[in-house]
């Protein structure tokens, strides 16, 4: 079955500490994106990748880090300087870069991300 | 600015219909998607309208009204499996955004029996 796999589903990080959350894709997609959930808020969009080795920031993307190495592949770390981690971390990929299109984005299940 | 308006919370029997409300104020439009989304999980995609009028899919129908900035999305016969929140998404021109949404808040909907 193709789809997308997020992990871990929790996470804990101490101060100080850099934590890395996965996503794979067994999708084909093209296009990645990573967003940040909290209560009574949208979905913000921290970073994205439209292609293999390129990536751009999102709305809210200091203290976060990522890269696109493969295409399955758009690993997100949330740094130390990221003050206020705890959050619900979607990842989501979609087919096509066409603007037109109705095509619209898979998500994972999730990583809940916590402070010690 | 950008900004998507929907209701907090709404509650609605089961069997029943429920209109859940999204209006939007953005730079562009390119097209908007309702995604539905249980507690602790994935949203799920459920319908997409870049033009004007109503979109039926099985119990669930989408409106949009691009001069009013305006999309509804209809639930009909309430299952309690539905019992959820409902996510409004708009895409924005594409010059600006590089085929990035912008997301409401969502609605949660209860459901009782």
């Not at chain 1, 959350?21 to 994205?48: F, K, V």
Request: charged residues 20%; negative net charge.
């Amino acid at each position: 079955d193709g789809g997308i796999t997020q992990s871990p589903k929790y996470l804990f990080r101490k101060e100080g500490q850099n934590v890395t959350l996965s996503c794979e894709q067994n999708l084909n997609h093209d296009a990645m994106y990573w967003y940040r959930q909290d209560p009574g808020q949208g979905l913000r969009l921290i970073y994205y990748s439209q292609i293999v080795n390129d990536f751009q920031k999102g709305d809210i993307a200091e203290g976060y880090s990522v890269s696109r190495e493969k295409k399955e592949s758009f690993p997100l770390t949330v740094t130390s300087a990221q003050k206020n981690p705890t959050a619900f971390y979607l990842c989501a990929s979609t087919d096509s870069l066409d603007s037109y299109s109705n095509q619209p984005q898979h998500f994972g299940d999730g990583t809940r991300l916590s402070i010690l | 600015g950008q900004n998507i308006d929907q209701p907090t919370e709404m509650t609605a029997t089961e069997g029943a219909i429920v209109q859940i409300n999204c209006t939007y104020q953005t730079s562009g439009f390119n097209g908007l998607f309702w995604y539905q989304q249980h507690a602790g999980e994935a949203p799920t995609f459920l319908s997409y309208n870049v033009l004007d009028g109503l979109e039926e899919k099985g119990r669930f129908s989408s409106f949009l009204s691009r001069s009013k900035g305006y999309s509804y999305l209809l639930l009909k016969e309430l299952q309690m499996k539905d019992s959820a929140s409902y996510l409004c998404a708009v895409r924005d021109h594409p010059l600006d955004s590089n085929y990035q949404l912008i997301w409401g808040a969502g609605t949660k909907l209860i459901i009782k029996p």
